[in-house]
C-alpha cells in the first residue's frame, strides 16, 4: 500500500513538470507568433535560391520558412540599349495580393542577409509603399549581379 502510494505521488510529480514544462514551451509560441518577436520582421531580408533566384522580402522561420511584402528585380533594357533592373512586386501580374507568403523550402536557400538600410533596394520598396505611382522604381544599372557576386559583396560589407 505504502509503495503504491509513493509511486502514485512521483507519477503525480513527473505529470506536473511535464504539464508546466508544456504550458511554458506553449505559452511562448504563442506570444512570439502573436508579438512577432522574431528578429526577422523589422528589417527586409535578401534571399539567394538555388538557380539564382533572389528575393527581397520579410523572412520569418516560424512556424514555416516564409517572405511575406516579396520582390524580385527584373532586368529591362530601354531603347539605347543599357540595360536596368526593376524592382517589381511578385504580386505585380500574378494572383497573389500583397499580404500573401511565399513559403521555401529550407533545402533551396542558399544564403539570406538583412538588407542594409542605405540600400536602394529598401529606398525603392518604402518609395513604392509609399508613393504607388512613382513605381515601377528603376535601380542604377548594375552589372555581373549574381548570387556570387552578391555574397562576396555581402562578405566584404561584413568585414568592414
Known amino acids: 500500500m505504502m509503495e503504491r502510494k509513493k509511486i502514485f505521488s512521483f507519477l503525480n510529480k513527473i505529470g506536473t513538470l511535464a504539464l508546466i514544462f508544456l504550458?511554458?514551451?506553449g505559452g511562448y509560441l504563442l506570444l512570439a507568433?502573436?508579438?512577432h518577436l522574431w528578429p526577422f520582421d523589422e528589417n527586409?531580408?535578401?534571399v539567394v535560391l538555388e538557380g539564382g533566384l533572389i528575393y527581397f522580402g520579410h523572412l520569418k522561420l516560424?512556424?514555416?520558412i516564409s517572405l511575406s511584402e516579396v520582390y524580385f528585380l527584373q532586368n529591362e533594357t530601354d531603347e539605347k540599349g543599357n540595360t536596368y533592373q526593376r524592382l517589381v512586386p511578385i504580386s505585380q501580374g500574378m494572383i497573389l495580393n500583397q499580404k500573401s507568403?511565399?513559403?521555401l523550402s529550407p533545402q533551396k536557400i542558399l544564403w539570406w542577409a538583412d538588407l542594409p538600410k542605405e540600400s536602394q533596394i529598401l529606398t525603392a520598396?518604402?518609395?513604392y509603399k509609399t508613393n504607388t505611382f512613382l513605381f515601377p522604381q528603376n535601380l542604377t544599372p548594375q552589372k555581373n549581379l549574381t548570387p556570387q557576386n552578391l555574397k562576396k559583396k555581402n562578405e566584404q560589407n561584413q568585414n568592414r
Open 62 to 64: 516560424f512556424p514555416r
Open 23 to 25: 504550458i511554458f514551451i
Open 125 to 127: 520598396i518604402k518609395t
Open 33 to 35: 507568433k502573436a508579438t
Open 44 to 46: 527586409y531580408q535578401i
Open 101 to 103: 507568403k511565399m513559403y
